[in-house]
């Protein structure tokens, strides 16, 4: 531990002498950056090497402690210097709790005109934002989850809390920890983590789930094991259960925190826990303040709740996120639409119908607006329109309805070991998704472990040809092994 302290010292003195004989310093952002981008390779290392080799984990330790140099001093600049962005974001807020439709609009339209090349709310949160905060642990965008193992959890925990030169003591205390493959913790989480992957990819679910459940009662900081066992749980139709596992994964993440608290929300969702998936969509934006979906989700299901002021403000936020959301715009018509204010309902409608013509909520909100406003073929032709589309929703909505019962009734019979049963249910699922690369891999892995290696031929080939997977590759070559090709 001592020797630690002297590395993250050393460096973060030396940083300060860099810092302060170079030119300008850089901006808080600059450095978030920086310090965000050192932590996930830090994180890649730790995942890539586990364990074998900590070099490429202690530099990116070090180029956090660089970054650190600057962190105190340019937070304090961002603080005093607030920009316009702040005011702009405050005047939007005080005019939908005011009512006055016609100043959110002009407000809304003047904040995207001047945040055109950004992007509204990126642009703003670059200096201190609208949403007020600039943590560290921001999602990037796109990404997928990015675990640390558990005795790197505590280092996390410091970063979320600003207690950055304890984070970077934790990391490094921990890699001395770590150098050995023989280090206990490490063992039992990752050996169970690989041996879990290979049950999944044998479609074996039962015995996957008792090899997480064992990993995480024996290393309960394992963010990814949580993970993994929640998306099992997911497969197995135990919604309350995978929402729990989740939501355990999320202390252990450097990136996609939002990604993983989305799914938690909508697993909340369809149990019907309206509260839950709040909490959750609340969580996902502490960690993605920008996500414009996420805002929307958000105030739609405060609309559920009936708290209509609070709905039109997370559309706000979602309109200055994405100022071109076509949704964003028809969850704000139809809210105005429950308050009776049937012209600015239609005003939004049709701003979401020239973003997206065939957009059906926006179309309903709008027909339903004109025929309040007297205007009634106006508003029985869009209403026409609206009925079309939905029927046509209807029919697909009746397929996926029918895919995740087959897949589900496929799911159980493989868990019971009757392979035969889980790849006739897969096949029909398949003549319903011919285009549906999971779908095929599925149907065409039981095909091989229920013995019937030809007919899992053109389907394993078929998903390979819609997307290349190692999992798909192993099963064809296992099938055209048996049939002697």
């Not at 702040?86 to 016609?102: I, K, M, S």
């Not at 929307?296 to 002021?309: A, K, N």
């Not at 071109?324 to 639409?337: E, F, M, Y």
């Not at 607006?369 to 029927?391: K, S």
Request: glycine share 8%; aromatic share 4%; with cysteine.
């Amino acid at each position: 531990m001592r020797r630690a302290a002297c590395l993250v010292a050393a460096w973060l003195t030396f940083s300060a002498h860099a810092a302060a004989a170079g030119a300008a310093a850089d901006d808080a952002e600059t450095i978030r950056t920086r310090l965000a981008s050192a932590l996930r390779r830090f994180a890649g290392a730790l995942q890539e090497s586990y364990g074998h080799d900590s070099q490429p984990a202690r530099m990116a330790v070090r180029e956090m402690a660089a970054a650190l140099s600057g962190w105190t001093a340019a937070q304090s600049s961002a603080r005093a210097d607030t920009g316009s962005a702040d005011a702009e974001y405050t005047r939007v807020r005080q005019a939908v709790a005011d009512g006055d439709e016609n100043g959110v609009d002009r407000l809304l339209a003047a904040f995207a005109a001047g945040h055109a090349d950004a992007g509204a709310v990126g642009a703003a949160t670059g200096r201190g934002g609208p949403f007020g905060r600039r943590q560290l642990l921001l999602d990037s965008p796109g990404t997928g989850p990015l675990f640390v193992p558990a005795p790197y959890v505590e280092g996390l925990r410091h970063l979320r809390a600003s207690r950055y030169e304890a984070a970077l003591l934790a990391f490094t205390a921990a890699l001395d920890r770590d150098v050995s493959p023989r280090a206990a913790t490490l063992v039992d989480e990752r050996a169970g983590v690989r041996q879990a992957e290979r049950l999944l990819q044998d479609v074996d679910r039962a015995r996957a789930e008792q090899v997480l459940k064992d990993v995480v009662a024996a290393v309960p900081h394992s963010g990814l094991a949580h993970y993994m066992l929640g998306r099992v749980y997911q497969s197995r139709q135990r919604p309350v259960e995978s929402s729990l596992e989740l939501l355990a994964s999320v202390e252990a993440l450097v990136d996609g925190a939002g990604t993983v608290l989305e799914a938690a929300a909508v697993l909340r969702l369809n149990d019907g826990d309206l509260a839950g998936a709040i909490v959750a969509y609340r969580r996902q934006l502490e960690v993605d303040p920008n996500n414009s979906a996420a805002h929307r989700r958000l105030g739609e299901l405060y609309g559920q709740q009936g708290r209509l002021d609070a709905a039109l403000g997370e559309f706000a936020a979602a309109l200055l996120a994405d100022p071109a959301s076509a949704d964003g715009h028809a969850s704000r018509a139809q809210a105005l639409l429950r308050l009776g204010r049937f012209g600015d309902a239609e005003a939004a409608a049709r701003r979401a119908v020239a973003l997206q013509p065939r957009h059906e909520a926006a179309l309903y909100a709008l027909g339903t607006a004109l025929v309040r406003l007297d205007q009634h073929d106006e508003g029985a032709r869009v209403l026409e329109q609206f009925e079309a589309l939905r029927a046509v929703s209807r029919a697909r909505e009746e397929r996926d309805w029918q895919l995740a019962r087959l897949k589900d009734e496929a799911g159980q019979r493989v868990d019971q070991g009757d392979y035969g049963g889980a790849a006739a249910l897969l096949r029909q699922a398949a003549a319903l998704a011919p285009d549906d690369p999971a779908i095929l891999l599925a149907a065409g892995a039981v095909l091989v472990r229920s013995g019937q290696h030809e007919a899992a031929i053109p389907l394993l080939t078929r998903a390979l040809a819609l997307r290349e997977t190692p999992e798909g590759r192993r099963y064809l070559s296992e099938a055209r092994a048996a049939m002697g090709r």
